[in-house]
């Protein structure tokens, strides 16, 4: 069981960078893999990345790919999205959320998620 709280998102210019963050709280961090999701209003909740419990495979999707890095601090207990080129396609309300199985296997459902953090990408 973990409870996941995420922050950092806001309202930025195309071109820009944020950098969102998830910190857990509950069971030992290290045992979760961890992913990042997304959904635009209107639109189906959708994959944007994932993240190993030891931080050394990670998965992107195709919009993600170049543009944004997914990282964790298993001693702070935190999962991190550096988001960089943002462009407006990319607005949408930011979830994190933790699976005890394989990151590779995130189609699979993920177990826990957080209530989401927004973001804004203006033109």
């Known amino acids: 069981q973990v409870q996941l709280a995420e922050s950092g998102g806001g309202l930025v210019q195309a071109g820009g960078s944020l950098r969102l963050s998830c910190a857990s709280s509950?069971?030992?961090?290290?045992?979760?893999?961890m992913g990042w999701f997304r959904q635009a209003p209107g639109k189906e909740r959708e994959f944007v990345s994932a993240i190993s419990q030891n931080g050394v495979s990670t998965y992107y999707s195709d919009s993600a790919k170049g543009r944004f890095t997914i990282s964790r601090d298993n001693v702070q207990a935190t999962v991190y999205l550096q988001m960089n080129n943002l462009k407006p396609e990319d607005t949408a309300d930011y979830y994190c959320a933790a699976r005890v199985g394989s990151a590779a296997n995130w189609k699979a459902g993920m177990d826990y998620w957080g209530k989401g953090t927004m973001v804004t990408v203006s033109s």
């Open positions: 509950g069971r030992t961090f290290s045992i979760y893999a």
